[in-house]
């Protein structure tokens, strides 16, 4: 019996500058190695006032580099050869003195030499003052980096170590790991434009009351990450949720489902793919009333009319996008999801067990098109959403696969 070939273990070199914040480079270190990563580290002479070189060696398992004139190499090329077959390398944190060395191609250390000789993308988490971040030579040296193909990570806001509050706080390490990993996802989708509904939608029948459906938008928003992963284009329409909103795409916040079809029809026309994975609430108040409705004891009766079927409207456009659609059903998932699926006319839907799946982490899913069904083991959300998006991109016909629908 042949051995299944396992993927290669992907490689970082991850440097490290002087600032407060290397000491949650030891964390992000620990979470890169946790997932299978080999790290090569690299400190600057600064960043080891702050952390011991020792601490990032016992994490990584490697020794840390540190000399450009170190004599290792076999070829005297040290300084070139750790960024061969690296994934990335990746700085955290970076700071306003080391982003104006890369900006201007300045080489005068092992960190800075590497990145100048690299062959792999270059990530850099930005960590200073505020007003350090916000001066203009840093403005444009970061504009310069990004036009260099430069991935700029962050920065966050908030309380900095210098007691002052602002822009210039790096990410945390669990927000650097996700970027990492998001980078390194196939970019499928690279210049398409993909439309995501997610959450539920809230229909008012008072100031204070309304009909909901129950959703945590956790699906949804997972599947806008897995697309703006895959090199789309993506704008997320989000009903009412308390989900933070994924990096690199945007976000419209609506409320009822009036709202979100607005918000929907409105961009379709540009888009490639339309993901429908809102739980739409199906019926709305036909009459909402200004005040609210006193409680009295007697029997209350709410005439309800039916919500727009957004998903249907747009797959029967004269030229729709690709179309997915999505089927929480209680019982009888398959037939319930392919009977939605024909009635819609869509090439694919998602069918699963609303019991299961509302506010899991996890999902079980079975996918339904014109070939049949085709189920799909549990996993977290965001890597069935992964999946999901490498079925869409390998469904998807040749004449749907164009990146400019403007002229819809």
């Not at 440097?15 to 690299?42: H, P």
């Not at 319930?336 to 019991?355: F, S, T």
């Not at 016909?397 to 629908?405: N, V």
Request: charged share 20%; proline share 6%; net charge neutral.
């Amino acid at each position: 019996m042949n051995d299944v070939p396992t993927a290669p273990r992907p490689r970082y070199v991850l440097g490290v500058t002087g600032g407060i914040a290397a000491y949650k480079t030891a964390e992000l270190t620990r979470l890169l190695i946790k997932d299978g990563a080999d790290v090569d580290v690299v400190m600057t002479a600064a960043a080891q006032h702050f952390v011991a070189a020792t601490t990032f060696q016992a994490l990584s398992g490697r020794a840390v580099l540190t000399d450009l004139w170190a004599t290792g190499a076999d070829n005297a090329m040290g300084h070139i050869d750790v960024s061969r077959g690296a994934a990335a390398i990746v700085v955290a944190p970076a700071s306003a003195d080391f982003l104006a060395k890369l900006a201007h191609g300045h080489a005068d250390d092992l960190l800075s030499t590497l990145c100048l000789a690299r062959n792999c993308p270059l990530l850099v988490a930005p960590a200073m003052n505020v007003e350090m971040w916000r001066n203009p030579a840093t403005q444009r040296n970061v504009a310069q980096l990004r036009a260099d193909g430069v991935v700029i990570l962050g920065p966050g806001s908030g309380e900095l170590a210098c007691n002052e509050t602002g822009d210039g706080r790096m990410l945390e390490p669990e927000e650097l790991f996700a970027a990492l990993v998001a980078a390194r996802q196939p970019k499928l989708l690279a210049g398409k434009r993909v439309l995501v509904t997610a959450g539920p939608t809230f229909e008012p029948i008072d100031p204070v009351r309304g009909i909901t459906n129950s959703s945590s938008g956790k699906m949804g928003f997972a599947v806008a990450q897995a697309a703006a992963e895959a090199g789309a284009e993506v704008t997320l329409v989000a009903g009412p949720t308390s989900l933070a909103t994924p990096q690199g795409m945007t976000r419209v916040d609506v409320r009822s489902a009036r709202e979100m079809a607005d918000a929907v029809l409105a961009r379709v026309g540009s888009a490639d793919v339309f993901v429908a994975v809102a739980a739409v609430a199906d019926y709305t108040p036909a009459k909402v009333s200004e005040k609210k409705i006193k409680k009295s004891g007697a029997a209350l009766s709410i005439a309800l009319e039916p919500t727009v079927d957004i998903l249907a409207t747009v797959a029967s456009l004269p030229r729709p996008p690709y179309c997915v659609g999505f089927a929480a059903e209680s019982h009888d998932v398959v037939a319930h999801a392919e009977d939605k699926r024909k009635r819609k006319k869509l090439p694919l839907i998602v069918a699963n067990r609303a019991q299961d799946a509302l506010g899991a982490d996890d999902n079980e899913v079975t996918l339904v098109d014109d070939a049949g069904t085709h189920p799909l083991p549990r996993m977290g959300k965001l890597a069935l959403a992964r999946r999901l998006v490498a079925e869409i991109a390998g469904r998807m016909p040749a004449s749907a696969l164009h990146s400019d629908r403007s002229g819809q």
